[in-house]
């Protein structure tokens, strides 16, 4: 027995807004694997880093995300913000 996943890959096709998307499926896992986040697996590679969805709907809403890239932007707050974040840490403290 092996501890290691050997996925077998497959191409196939989502439709995303009423456009057709190639993605990786792997026919083992069972698993629908981001071509965005991880594009060797049209290789057939393993990959290093990746997103793991369990039905095509959930990968689709993760691929509309990416044009946000909402996991990479910080969140600036402004300075009354951070005051008051500030004055409600030392609050909490007493």
Known sequence: MSNRWNPAW?????MIDDKETEVCYDESSKLYVCPEC???CKRGVLPTYSSYFFNPEDLARHLKAHKYALWTKKVI??????E???QEEDEDEE
């Open 84 to 86: 008051t974040e500030t």
């Open 77 to 82: 707050l402004n300075k009354s913000e951070i």
């Open 10 to 14: 497959k191409i196939v096709k989502i």
């Open 38 to 40: 991880s594009p060797e």
